[in-house]
């Protein structure tokens, strides 16, 4: 595939941030201004003014605009600036609006755009699409591409086989310095996006990389084995995204090579598709961890209700427990009414106690340091958190009550309520999530609820047990 | 400095996932058995037996192994494998970690791998330290490093400067890609770690940046100013990291060139660096929005107890609150102690809504998707998604609190109260952190604290006003 497109080869001016553009804003985003009139120009139908307006912009913020306006706004906006639509757009677009944009192009100017895609890229649209339409753009593919499309779509979703592109400058152990650089400036259907080239052996199995510098700086003579290191990361084609972004951390790749069963060169994964997935995955936990499902704002309302709904009656579950906790105290709460005015503390400082230490967990799993090994240290260490803050909240709100209620036992209840349900809370918080994950769960995704009903039951039966035990009311 | 460690030069076996090595499980973590086999040798004093188990080990998982073992081990340890801790090691420690080990070594051999380290990864290392122990460390350095240090730590902390390396190639406009080779293998002091050339004028000005991979495609006659890219991402020495890696994940860079006041080129920024960055930063909301400050399972236990029992004592103040509208209501209570076993769940599911709206709306922000041009629509979006959430709610509670308690009156209150307090709960929870970011706050911060008084107060408000307007009971 040809990777120079139109949009690659056109200049910009250097967008360095205290550039006083007049379409960005000091963050670097799209003025409302801009936006808007890019809008009224589409409302009057004056297609070539939206082209002047919008053919200055990098392709990064033409992507963005996209995303800024309505949707409706979408189709005729892609009609407008189909010229100007090139790779660089539809790769930084997201995954939503990019259906809307596609929907409103017709197959062959698809599968145009396609094509001028890295392979990794073409598949992230195409697989996207309703099936029919998959086959409309396969069918105007170049055979090579279209071939390259379909053998990535047979690898499971997010792993390295579909992250991968095919395109790499990979070459015999015996070439020299000066061999490789007369076979790159030979081959000019050789791709251009690579940062390292790879040494293969007969069998096309990786035997080691060159980074480009290390090239650039040695003499044309040096075999090519002198200079390469042997020490590679190797990415099997079905190691999830995620597994991949780690690699990528922990040993500061730039690309990696990927291996099939045989353990046969083919593919690559480049840094500048890992960032995204980073990114991705760093920040799924906050919306897992809420129950807002994906969290894009460009997802349908329709899909956005069903993933947050789910969470909303799970915790309506959990909410029900803590309630008949509370009913089997009706009795003393009819007699002491104080009870029901200061149990939601103990369950509310409790639960911020457990999002917290879950919020710690979860992160530290997800980034592979809270592991078998320290499993046992972290839990102390949370134990420990866990009766410092506790002992802090639980001394400040039981003297507050006791001078409120002018209840000495009142506040002593009180204190020690709370002081068990923090410690409870940092315990399941480091607990659950982490039962979670060996249990090859999402922890990010369950803790909450569980976390929730602990803490909330905890709380109140804390509290509420021990004003009858302490003779403050009676059943 | 020099960029070749003697750990960058020894070679590793590959490390693909698959391989049964010996101290790794299937996902590349060490395993508990090898990390306490560690641990024996070193209560045994036996510093060779530890040496020879470590020393197969990649220095990104002897980095690792630092961080699982206990902190009184790591004195010993890093004592123990001096020889391979090199800068490959101490870059990729977690920054408490790296603390403990640096303080384990004396400040000759801390300024020895400092010295070998990239500006960027020395001031990490340096910036944490004691000033009297900075001193001794700057005082064994080279001339030529300890003044790049002492430039980069005039810099903010977390801005462009700190995080640059100043190592780069820069060739003036004339050369040609033949003169360019020359000049690379000429230089043998040059850095390796390059993926770009910047091209600047005679004020040492970037004009244009070349990927290395174009240069060896070219032929050697062939100007450098015909095959560089006019159009650059320009990062300004004072830009805040965060929003260097939204540039680059926005511009899908591999590295950047760094200006001073005056558009000169002082440095440049990789992308190897700022993947952890944007792996901190989108993690980091997670532990914000919940408040548990850094949440860095190596932090020590006092930082973390500072930091988390501030929110704790906030989110007190808020139950307060709550507490008050409770209170008002107390003689209600008495005559319906049904009020005391329900409030809770509308409290509950209230705060569940915002933390999802919430959620979605500091990830939008974060991520630059969510600005002034589209706020109006992400407001009616979330409007909406909330009163299909807060019907389905609000019917499925209703109908069990009418059966339960037997109660259509009592149903119809709880139900009208959810769906009030799930409409409120979806609004704050994207006008607050939305607001926030207005007034240039964290929207992360401190939009829990917020949310989650305005769904606890209302919840209690809304049903206890409505048992009383609906004469269920009275004050």
Not at 432 to 455: G, H, N, W, Y
């Amino acid at each position: 595939m040809t990777e120079q497109t139109d949009a690659q080869l056109r200049d910009y001016a250097p967008h360095d941030g205290s550039d006083a553009s007049t379409s960005l804003d000091d963050d670097n985003r799209l003025l409302p201004g801009f936006v808007s009139q890019v809008c009224n120009a589409l409302d009057e139908g004056e297609e070539e003014t939206v082209y002047d307006l919008v053919e200055p912009l990098h392709p990064a913020d033409i992507a963005d605009l996209f995303e800024l306006v309505q949707r409706e706004y979408r189709g005729p906006l892609a009609r407008a600036i189909t010229d100007l639509l090139g790779a660089d757009v539809l790769t930084e677009l997201n995954d939503y609006v990019r259906d809307d944009v596609i929907d409103a192009l017709p197959a062959a100017q698809v599968a145009e755009l396609a094509g001028q895609l890295e392979t990794d890229d073409a598949v992230a649209i195409i697989e996207e699409m309703e099936e029919a339409d998959q086959r409309a753009v396969l069918a105007e593919l170049e055979p090579a591409d279209r071939a390259a499309i379909v053998d990535a779509l047979s690898f499971p979703e997010e792993s390295a086989g579909r992250l991968m592109q095919r395109d790499l400058v990979a070459v015999p152990e015996h070439m020299n310095v000066g061999q490789l650089i007369d076979y790159l400036r030979e081959h000019a259907d050789l791709t251009t996006e690579f940062w390292e080239i790879f040494i293969v052996d007969p069998q096309h199995r990786p035997v080691g990389t060159c980074q480009l510098s290390w090239i650039l700086r040695t003499p044309r003579h040096i075999a090519l084995a002198d200079v390469m290191k042997r020490d590679q990361t190797l990415i099997p084609t079905d190691m999830d995204q995620e597994e991949v972004a780690l690699r990528f951390q922990k040993y500061a790749l730039i690309s990696a090579a990927v291996i099939d069963g045989a353990g046969r060169l083919v593919g690559q994964i480049t840094v500048d598709d890992i960032i995204h997935i980073v990114q991705e995955e760093a920040g799924e936990d906050i919306l897992r961890m809420s129950g807002a499902g994906e969290g894009d704002i460009n997802e349908p309302i329709r899909q956005s209700y069903s993933s947050r709904v789910r969470w909303l009656i799970a915790n309506l579950g959990t909410a029900l427990v803590a309630s008949s906790i509370i009913a089997l105290f009706g009795g003393a709460i009819e007699q002491l009414v104080a009870l029901a005015v200061l149990m939601p503390i103990v369950a509310s400082v409790g639960g911020n106690a457990g999002t917290q230490t879950m919020a710690v967990a979860v992160r530290a799993l997800a980034m592979n340091q809270l592991t078998e090994s320290n499993t046992r240290r972290i839990v102390a260490r949370e134990l420990r958190i866990a009766v410092l803050n506790g002992a802090t909240v639980a001394v400040l709100t039981g003297i507050g009550t006791a001078l409120v209620f002018a209840d000495v036992m009142l506040g002593g209840v009180i204190a020690v309520a709370i002081l068990v349900n923090i410690i409870i809370a940092g315990m399941a918080g480091v607990i659950v999530p982490v039962t979670l994950d060996r249990l090859e769960q999402d922890p990010a995704v369950a803790s909450s609820v569980f976390v929730t009903m602990i803490t909330d039951s905890m709380g109140f039966l804390a509290f509420l047990g021990l004003a009858v035990a302490s003779g403050l009311a009676s059943f």
